[in-house]
């Protein structure tokens, strides 16, 4: 039973998301990535406690960690900055010498978080393409009317679910750049035509074969950790199927944590801005997630939450210890390894409630329907249909605020389900100071999987009780999703809280950016699971174009108008009055308040420039749900039924 079990427990993972596959390396060059540092592969393992044991830190400070490397981090963001007005230029106003002449007080200036949204492939492969233009490393990305320069600027890049994967890779894959990550050959990352449950691509032996190691290798490693005695559920089996397309690295990068990101040499240099990926709390008897979720966040350091409920961080190299009180009773060892890379960017994109509540809406052959739900159902009864965090880290701490202080387990589930599909809640925590957040928005919001703002909207609502779920956390007024759709919000970018004095409380200015066809058909479907290079690297462009507004051609000032979206708050902070270029691009681009609630007419915008051509003869990718990919997939499960 257990590994019928394991193998439609990776379906189920993949239909939730729409997935591909891919190969890990033969001749992997094992110093490029971050660190395979895991005790015992994907088993987590009991180790001698560091000489100050582990302990839950309260959340009213940033960790001493992040401290100490946002030093570094702004003076890195310093000369980022400074390249980045190297080409981006405001009329009238000389943003380098500002730049020069405050940057003896950097908290002067400008700090920048990037938001990268869920939304599966679609969400990473869009996102990827604003990355891409935001990449100083990118071929061309600083010439004018590009946005080059502005990922060297920020501090914190935060993403959720499909936006997790892009940022996991990132990282996962030494502080690669996107434009690398699409050159990996095949056999390696980001190859999303063999879809994810079938594993990465056959080589020399069949597909068939190969698909049977793979699953093998993936029962295996969960097998492990269930046998030394942790709880595992569907996202074990979905986290080690993503990882071997994400990180690159025998067996799906196996013995890489999370943790080792701060660990690499590229993040202690403080070259790269702060990944971070988001999860939602399961509160104890609720199969909703609702807007007062826990919202919990992975840092490089930490696991943990700012809301009232528990507000407090663990190490997240220690997770998988006992905690209990707060602290690691003297009596038991600290655990490392569960930290798996791959079960956190599973836990960020744990879809299963959902597609438990949904899957007769999807086009899934019948057969995996009638036993995903069966499997599921009998799951669901196990209240297993999330990521166990079990031992609960937050064990009897906060005992008089957590919903969860009781529970041995934690559930954890995908970040997206409280509607807040865009990572903000790490960027708008006052003590991260952040000024202005990129938010790049693929949700599939409305009926052509375009944005319509409804994850503005859930961010904007939580932040209305300051005194409840969002503790202190302020949002600019946004508007409802209908007024989005009329006064076209969600058709360009649009910039939120550009006055200061209207919010509920600091909080950063929001660019925000949704998904758009420029050159190609970007709104594919959240459950498409496999994706030809031709149309990645289509939808990647699209994106870069989506972030840069068609390298200016959509409108000639967009690189000037990020660049004063960008030192907006500075100026207020420095007494510096706004150019007069500034302000005519917070007329274009600010929201001015005005409403349109009327029910709008459904959104299906057209290709705004030329189209790529990205049609070819054979369509291998579309070959999964004929009969033969139906077929193959039985004969999967059958082998998989017949290790039993
Ligand atoms: C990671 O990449 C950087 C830049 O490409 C390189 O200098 C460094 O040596 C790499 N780190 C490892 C551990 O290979
Ligand atoms: C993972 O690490 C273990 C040691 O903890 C090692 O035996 C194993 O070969 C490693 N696996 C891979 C795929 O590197
Ligand atoms: C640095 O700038 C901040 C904000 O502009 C200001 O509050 C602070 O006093 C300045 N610090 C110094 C040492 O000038
Ligand atoms: C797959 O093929 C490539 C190119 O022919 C080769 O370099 C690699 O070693 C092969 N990988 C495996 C797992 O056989
Ligand atoms: C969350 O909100 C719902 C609906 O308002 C409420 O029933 C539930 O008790 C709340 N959960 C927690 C843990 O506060
Ligand atoms: C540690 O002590 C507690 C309380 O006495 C006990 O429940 C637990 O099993 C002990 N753990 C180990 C590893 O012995
Ligand atoms: C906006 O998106 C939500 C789902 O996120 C959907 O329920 C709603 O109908 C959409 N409204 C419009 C006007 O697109
Ligand atoms: C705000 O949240 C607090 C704590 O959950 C609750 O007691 C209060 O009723 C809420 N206020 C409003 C206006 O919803
Ligand atoms: C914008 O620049 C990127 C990168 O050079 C390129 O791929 C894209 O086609 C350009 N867009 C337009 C509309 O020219
Ligand atoms: C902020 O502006 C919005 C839109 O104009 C308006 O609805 C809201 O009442 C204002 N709020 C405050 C606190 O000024
Ligand atoms: C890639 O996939 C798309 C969508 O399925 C298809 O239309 C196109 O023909 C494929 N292109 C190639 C080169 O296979
Ligand atoms: C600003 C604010 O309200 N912070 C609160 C967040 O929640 C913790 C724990 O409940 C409180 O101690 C803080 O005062």
Redesign the pocket.
Known sequence: MKYQWSALGVAAGFLSASHAATVPAANVEVLRRALPNAPDGYTPEGVRCPSTRPTVRGAAKLSDNELDWLKGRREKTLQGMKDFFGHVSIDGFDASSYIDQHASNDSSLPNIGIAVSGGGYRALMNGAGAVKAFDSRTDGSTSSGHLGGLLQSATYLAGLSGGGWLVGSLYLNNDSSVQELQDETEGSVWEFSSPIFLGPKANDSSQVSASIDYYGDLVRSVDGKRDAGYDVSITDYWGRALSYQLINAPEGGVNYTWSSIALSDGFKNADMPMPILIADGRNPGELLILGNATVFEFNPFEFGTFDPTIFGFVPVEYLGSKFEEGVIPNNESCVRGFDNAGFIMGTSSSLFNQILLQIDDYDVPSLIKTALKSVLKSIGADNNDIAPYEPNPFYKYAEDTSPFADLKSLSVVDGGED?QNIPLHPLIQPERHVDVIIAVDS?????YN??????LVATYNRSLNSTGIANGTAFPAIPD??T??NLGLNSRPTFFGCDSSNMTGPSPLIVYIPNSPYVTFSNTSTFDMAYNNTLRDAIIQNGYNVATMGNGTRDENWSTCVGCAVLSRSFERTNTAVPEACKKCFDTYCWDGKLDSK??D??APSILLDALKIDAEDNAASALFTPVGVSFLSAIAVAMFSLV
């Open positions: 509607l949700s599939a919001d409305n009926i375009w944005p319509n703002g409804t994850a999703v209908n989005f759709v029910t709008p459904t959104y």
